[in-house]
């Protein structure tokens, strides 16, 4: 059974950072695209950032040159580096996986994603 266990949220005064974690089991870790969503109360879910299994990276244009995605194939961890966080970035975040691309977070076709997590707070207060 695939299992994406999501840390690391928490509370932070803007300016500040925090480093999400997503620890994977259950599937072929390498052959994947994984990232991150995130969704405010309110709010439509939208892409944070993706890593595919040839270590292409994106970014949406709010988070780039402050958020760093990376992954440890060797223990299947998927990283979230957040700084200068704002109040705009206050949401839930999950970690996701797909077994066929990274389109999922871009294209906004949530309903294609095969894997997700519970997801974890980020509060940004100013």
């Known amino acids: 059974q695939v299992q994406l266990v999501e840390s690391g949220g928490g509370s932070v005064q803007a300016g500040g950072s925090l480093k999400l974690s997503c620890v994977a089991s259950?599937?072929?870790?390498?052959?994947?695209?994984m990232g991150w969503f995130r969704q405010a109360p309110g709010k439509e879910r939208g892409g944070v950032a993706t890593i595919d299994s040839d270590g292409n990276i994106d970014y949406a244009d709010s988070v780039k040159d402050r958020f760093t995605i990376s992954r440890d194939k060797t223990d299947n961890t998927l990283s979230l580096q957040m700084n200068r966080l704002q109040p705009e970035d206050t949401a839930m975040y999950y970690c996701a996986a797909d077994l066929a691309s990274c389109s999922p977070w871009w294209e906004g076709s949530w309903t294609d994603l095969h894997y997700w997590g519970q997801g974890t707070q980020v509060t940004v207060f100013s």
């Open positions: 259950g599937y072929t870790y390498s052959s994947v695209c």
